[in-house]
Nanobody
């Protein structure tokens, strides 16, 4: 399984970008996918994840309401829509995929999706947001 990100770039604060991750070979052996990011001097952190079979999604708190994860099974591609970008969103964004489904929890009528540890990683794409 190979992952290749594209779509990064330089954008002003408040702007938008759409990241793409093309997954070659074994796409239908993958059950979970996600996006991570790593800013200079910081640890890599999960941005959003999606279960390939159910479409269940999970977002980091900073991504809720601004970012959207989606997939296109016909194109073997994962997307991350980045809206209302802030300077603090500057980072290298990584695409990831996993063989396992992850887990779900149901609390007070809501369903929460927890992605697994991912097995495959892309090389990353730089997103830079200027003020």
């Amino acid at each position: 399984v190979q992952l290749a990100e594209s779509g990064g770039g330089l954008v002003q604060a408040g702007g938008s970008l759409r990241l793409s991750c093309s997954i070659s070979e074994g796409y239908f052996d993958i059950n979970s996918m996600g996006w991570y990011r790593q800013a200079p001097g910081k640890e890599r952190e999960l941005v959003a994840a999606i279960n390939r079979n159910s479409g269940s999604t999970s977002y980091a708190s900073f991504a809720e309401g601004r970012f959207g994860i989606s997939k296109d099974d016909a194109k073997n591609t994962l997307y991350l829509q980045l809206d209302s970008l802030e300077v603090e969103d500057t980072a290298v964004y990584y695409c990831a995929a996993g063989r396992y489904e992850g887990a779900w929890d149901h609390i007070d009528g809501k369903t929460f999706y927890y992605p697994p540890n991912f097995d495959y990683w892309g090389q990353g794409t730089q997103v830079s947001v200027s003020s």
